[in-house]
């Protein structure tokens, strides 16, 4: 059958940010499809010139709602590398057991509020109350174990408070790490109940081969610093940025685009996932097994189980770290410095994956010059074209115009896209 | 929903967003433990970031972000034309925020520095929502205080009288009993900067930046001379002055 329709669908729900799909059908073939951010810019670039370095992590934060520890610790590392300030141990642990607060938090906000509804059938995950009470409270419970986790560590869930340059302004208390490891301990239960229930989901199939950013350093699972590699066998020191992102512009979008060798590339946990596997927590190793899970996968619907796989590992390795934590005296957590001028990259690891900031510092301790590469940007190109690749064996399948772009929405929101984060 | 006895009617309410980092929505969807109870009193309209029904028959519209484009102002406008009552939600809305941060370098500088040759629409400044339309209620910070927002949404929902802490940030610092950072050499905005936080950051030893904005009655030329007595540095302090564009009209006093 020969159709013609256009999917417009303006200012998508269920994302973080304003981005629009546009596809194009015309005698029953696919015309043009696109991913288009819309998203308002606010040049952070631009306002971080001339700002005092110490102050820079309470301003980069702001870039995003969802992932301001990411991007605190971000310009923290690139200040601290481009100073010469070398953070001690225990802050250096307060500041990865944040992360994990973090990326917890932000992957039970996706797979259970705002991805599971696709799934389900549902607008929202309002209904969801009624008919699966369980697993929504098991999303709730996570998420404020997230949460919880920052806010002992730095002081709010949102806009860190106490990550600054040189380690941390203040130490959790040993009494709120310990309520913590119990409230993980109560918690796994949950975790394994809401991954039987993930288990129960179709995953829809399709697979567009692709190029896997993510940092390395081969003795723990990324998200502080490391090698930038890839799937296809990169692999580059951190300051490499650049090589790394190669950022161009389309003028259907306000968000920029990247590659690396080929066409599109990606990040995020299906990222980690592929290029760190044997990393992972035996625990997480044992929920991907579950779902058949298996590097290199290149569904990036899988990214959806990747961050389930994650959640598993982040419980797991917070346990761990609390507990070297509970015999730390919690007394050494911020190097003095002077300042100087220097120029360095801060790579982290964000739940939406690898998160670039460069600074470039006077002898003052102003920064001159700034850059930040979010995760999502690095995912534009891949969502662009993984869209036109889907589209067209939609149609192939005979799918309708209804089919299209429910699939089409679902694919944007697995890459759980932070777009004013992107566009910043 | 019965409150002290009595039927309350669940808010009709809508979110939106506009330049921002979306962090005050996101909020809504924190503090879980009182999560249902929370939702128990709103019938959510139109919450694109966590819903795709869109419905425009809203009452009470939550306004996230500031305005820095052309289609903003429109679409806030419509948010108005319908809403019956309009809070401004979160810093940059009610001060313009951080973005404000980029208002003294020139659009043309930003956008060529960010985009290169690329046609961007912009303004030259981050506005606040009231820069445009009228705003009933203002909920300050960055991000918002959770608590702060059940209060007052539970104040709308019972027809109570709502209002902001008029005192400083440093009432709930000395509250939580936290060494004044004066003390320790910096220069903190908790003097000026209206409470309702719980000093989170001093609390976290880190400076009040003033995300809240002046409290009611400031004593702005005292705090400067509190500033210069302590040797501090004035440069650091308008630095953090103009942090979330909360102060302009003292800043441009100062001259």
Partial sequence: MKVDFNIDIHHLPRVEGHGDIRISVKDGKLADAKWAVVETPRFFEVMVKGLSAERVPFLTSRICGICSISHSLASIRSLERAMQITPPETARIIRLLAMHGETLQSHALHLFFLAAPDFAGTPSAVPLLQSHPEVVEAGLMLKELGNELSIATTGRATHPVSLVLGGVSKAPSKQRLAEIKQMIADRKPMLDKATEFFKTLTIPDFVRETEFISLYDGESYPYIGGDLVTTDGVRRDENDYLAMTNEYTVDFSTSKFTKVSRESSAAGALARFNNNYDLLHPQAKAAAEAFGLKPVCHNPFMNNVAQLVECHHLVADAEEIIDRLLDDDLKDIKADYKPRAGAATGAVEAPRGVLYHYMETDESGKVVKGDCIIPTTQNNANIHYDLHALAEQSLAQGKSEKEVEKLCEMLVRSYDPCISCSVH | ?255
């Fill in chain 2, 1 to 255: 929903m019965n409150h002290l006895g009595f039927d309350i009617e669940k808010l009709k309410i809508g979110s939106f967003d506009f330049t921002c980092c979306e962090g005050c929505q996101l909020q809504l969807a924190n503090k879980e433990s009182t999560l249902p109870e929370f939702l128990a009193l709103l019938d959510i309209r139109n919450f694109r970031e966590i819903s795709s029904e869109r419905l425009d028959d809203y009452d009470i519209a939550l306004v996230e972000g500031s305005i820095t484009r052309q289609d903003e102002v429109e679409r806030l406008k419509a948010i108005r034309a319908q809403a019956k009552v309009l809070v401004a939600y979160g810093t940059c809305a009610c001060f313009g925020g951080m973005n404000a941060q980029k208002n003294k370098f020139p659009k043309e500088e930003c956008i060529r520095t960010v985009y290169g040759d690329k046609q961007i629409d912009t303004m030259q400044e981050s506005h606040k929502i009231s820069d445009f339309v009228t705003v009933d209620y203002s909920i300050p910070g960055c991000p918002v205080n959770k608590e702060e927002v059940e209060r007052i949404v539970v104040s709308i929902a019972t027809r109570s009288p709502i209002a902001l802490p008029k005192y400083p940030v440093c009432v709930e610092c000395k509250q939580r009993l936290n060494t004044c950072l004066f003390d320790l050499g910096e220069v903190c905005l908790g003097p000026i900067s209206r409470a309702g936080c719980d000093a989170v950051c001093p609390s976290g030893k880190t400076v009040c930046l003033g995300c809240r904005g002046p409290a009611d009655g400031i004593n702005y030329d005292s705090f400067v001379q509190l500033v210069k007595d302590k040797e501090l540095s004035t440069d650091e302090m308008n630095e953090k002055l103009a942090f979330y564009n909360g102060f302009t009209e003292y800043l441009n006093h100062e001259g």
